[in-house]
């Protein structure tokens, strides 16, 4: 009998919701690095069709989340020191410009909302799995701020295909304090209007996110089995 770390099947559900709930897990740990995903077990589970979820797997081998191969079915991607380094240079890149621009449009609603959300990651450092969801709020309230809808489709799109590097880069509560100090810095520098101070501060954030993300990574993966990348330190 199938037994999915999914939440309860959606009926009659579209290829792009389905793939959005398989991506959840994914990007949870609910799914290792390497597992198959079985069409007939989550056809079964969905209520769908064979070809509903061929098309929902085809959509996360298009996120960078899974490879199908031919006769040996799709597989969720491995976890790789490369691909992690990569996505957090870009994804740096890309928050301090939002962070810039947000600063640039803060109003005292704005402040307000952005100070409530700084709180919600104080309340919730103690869990890795409600401190990550507070930092992803905190990321879509600096994106709506900035304005600009091809950035926010830019982060959104790194969003799941980062999102399991984010996980292993708060996994510890120690470096999730270190994480909200900076957070702290980047909230204080857009309400006060400095936008080169929050892009800085926002770029040391991903930075230090990717140098712990890789750290933890070898930790996970003993023997040598990933490649070596030298880890950056971010002052």
């Known amino acids: 009998m199938f037994t999915s770390p ?20 994914i990007v949870a740990g609910s799914y290792a690095s390497g597992s198959r995903l079985r069409e007939v077990e989550l056809a079964l589970f969905f209520n769908v069709s064979r070809a509903t979820i061929r098309e929902a797997l085809r959509l996360l081998e298009q996120r960078g989340l899974v490879r199908i191969l031919p006769q040996r079915g799709a597989h969720v991607t491995q976890l790789s ?13 890309l928050l301090a410009t939002g962070s810039r621009l947000a600063a640039d449009r803060c109003t005292d609603e704005h402040a307000k909302m952005l100070r409530a959300q700084l709180e919600k990651l104080r309340e919730s450092v103690g869990d890795l799995d409600a401190y990550t969801r507070a930092s992803n709020g905190m990321v879509d309230t600096l994106v709506r701020m900035s304005g600009n809808e091809v950035l926010a489709s830019y ?81």
Not at 81 to 93: G, I, N, Q, T, Y
Request: aromatic share 4%.
């Open 155 to 235: 982060i959104n799109d790194f969003a799941q295909r980062i999102g399991r590097y984010v996980r292993l880069s708060l996994a510890s509560e120690a470096r999730r304090k270190r994480s909200l100090a900076t957070w702290a810095r980047v909230v204080q520098a857009v309400v006060h209007g400095d936008g080169e101070a929050a892009a800085l501060h926002h770029r040391t954030l991903a930075l230090n996110n990717r140098s712990a993300a890789l750290e933890e990574l070898r930790n996970q993966l003993a023997g040598g089995a990933v490649p070596a990348v030298p880890i950056p330190r971010v002052s």
């Open 6 to 25: 999914l939440s309860p099947p959606l009926l009659q559900t579209l290829p792009l919701q389905i793939s959005d709930q398989i991506a959840g897990s």
């Open 81 to 93: 020191a490369k691909e992690l380094d990569e996505l957090f240079e870009v994804r740096a890149s």
